[in-house]
């Protein structure tokens, strides 16, 4: 008779690594002798792990966290296209209770996990905004595809390489993105023309922005048009990320240092 223990047992079968989600120290120091790789995965390195991937933001999402984390990985050389995973987590509040079994695949490395690891901006801060496109996207306004360009970080050096299309709604309002409302009326503003201005902090500095950025050495992908080329070229004249929900083909992508780092699409994610 086979037991429980022999079925479970090929969720870790010859796996490549095994990365731990804020496991404790004790938990931690059971893998000390292991022969397969151990990956702490982690806000903060408190177990003083040999190897470990630093999680821009804790993640209450545990799929979110694992994907994360693994992107972390494979940014840092720990993983490659191929690899078996087990990726250990706690889904309750009682330490680490799920095990959950990945194939490393390339669809996986999105690029998500550089542009909130190491965008000037806060992680949450980006993350918000990505999440508002990526709503956008997914829903449109009022059912009709809608496109939106978002500049975060380095507000004060954007506004200057910027002018005003219309009043700025958000003049002397003190919001941030995150909050519920904001992003309601973000989706409301996001009809009219030009480019939302956020600062590392997630103030919305100004909505309605023309973006005049020197676009000189700028090089993205043929097709994509003026929103594109202007968000790209602010993110090379500036320390700030753009992230451009596109009207046309409904994508979502990102742009740093005058490059595209990322591209979803919002149906997908
Ligand atoms: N320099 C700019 N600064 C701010 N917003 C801009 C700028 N240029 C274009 N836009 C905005 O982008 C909108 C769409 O322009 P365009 O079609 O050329 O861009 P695109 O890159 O093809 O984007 P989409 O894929 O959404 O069509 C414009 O209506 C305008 O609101
Ligand atoms: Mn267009």
Redesign the pocket.
């Known amino acids: 008779m086979a037991s429980l223990t022999d079925h479970l047992t090929d969720l870790v079968a010859d796996v490549d690594a095994a990365l731990l989600f804020s496991p404790t120290s004790s938990f931690y120091e059971r893998f000390a002798d292991d022969e397969v790789e151990v990956v702490v995965v982690a806000p903060d390195n408190d177990v003083d792990a040999e190897t470990f991937v630093e999680l821009p933001l804790p993640f209450d999402n545990v799929k979110d966290r694992i994907r994360f984390g693994i992107e972390g990985a494979i940014d840092e050389d720990l993983l490659a296209e191929g690899d078996e995973v087990a990726c250990v987590a706690s889904v309750f509040d009682g330490g680490s209770d799920a095990l959950v079994r990945v194939t490393v695949d390339e669809g996986i490395h999105t690029g998500i996990f550089d542009l909130f690891a190491n965008s000037r901006a806060e992680p949450s801060v980006i993350r918000d905004v990505f999440e508002v496109a990526i709503e956008l996207g997914k829903k449109g306004q009022k059912g009709k595809p809608v ?1 939106a ?1 978002f500049v975060v970080g380095d507000a004060g050096k954007v506004m200057n390489k ?1 002018r005003p299309l219309s009043y700025n709604p958000f003049e002397k309002s003190h919001v941030h993105v995150g909050d519920p409302i904001v992003n309601v009326m973000l989706k409301e503003f996001s009809r009219l ?3 939302f201005v956020v600062s590392d902090s997630g103030k919305i500095v100004s909505a309605y ?4 950025p020197a676009a000189e050495g700028v090089d993205i992908p043929k097709g ?7 968000g790209a070229a602010i993110t090379r004249d500036t320390n700030s990320t753009a992230i ?6 409904g994508l979502v992508r990102a742009f740093k240092a005058g490059e595209l780092v990322l591209e979803i699409d919002p149906e997908e994610y």
């Open positions: 496109g360009l910027s023309d030009g480019a922005r023309y973006l005049e994509l048009g003026a929103r594109h080329m202007s451009v929900l596109s009207e046309s083909d």
